[in-house]
């Protein structure tokens, strides 16, 4: 009987340990509404951009595109999104971060306009393709740079952590 009540003691202690040690690290993480701000940020960020991929993807492949074809748009846009980067560092310097997002929003509203329209030429899903990838090339490193300008040092290491375990589990449920 006093095994048995050792047992029952020693789980209700682990579990009173637990949610100690679950409260300390989400008052640690969350406690700053503006980390919260930005987790928050990058998990919606995060879903909407696999969404928007996923649905190109599905686009094209709807259209009758093969699927080779569509492995490589996606190699293509993330080459030139990788060769337009460098020019977010200038639009970010020049005109402000605001600015560099609102014309990468434009140009993702613009890739999806001419992907919408596809089917009638190839130049549509060419001109969809470069400008989806000026989108991701302005929008992605700003975003990075963002986080660490407003990230202090002491934080650092514990906000870029949760922020990539936030993004990948973003990633993994919109697979879902």
């Known amino acids: 009987m006093s095994f048995i009540t050792y047992g029952m003691a020693r789980k209700r202690y682990a579990a009173e340990v637990s949610v100690g040690m679950m409260k300390n690290i989400l008052s640690q993480y969350f406690a700053d509404k503006n980390y919260a701000l930005l987790y928050r940020q990058n998990a919606f960020r995060g879903a909407a951009f696999l969404t928007m991929g996923l649905f190109i993807a ?4 709807e259209l009758g595109v093969g ?23 200038y639009m970010a310097n020049r005109y402000g971060l605001t600015k560099t997002f609102a014309l990468s929003s434009i ?9 919408s329209y596809a089917h009638d030429s ?10 989806s990838g000026l989108a991701n090339g302005l929008s992605n490193p700003p975003d990075m740079v963002m986080q660490a300008v407003y990230v ?7 906000v870029f952590s949760i922020v990539n375990y936030i993004s990948t589990f973003m990633t993994f449920v919109s697979l879902l």
């Open 67 to 89: 699927l080779h074809w569509i492995v490589l748009y996606q190699a293509a846009n993330f080459t030139v999104m990788g060769l337009l980067s460098p020019l977010s560092a």
């Open 107 to 115: 140009a993702y509203f613009f890739s999806l306009l001419f992907l």
């Open 122 to 131: 190839v130049l549509f899903v060419v001109l969809g393709l470069l400008f």
């Open 58 to 61: 599905g686009w094209l492949y």
């Open 152 to 158: 202090q040092n002491e934080n650092r290491g514990r």
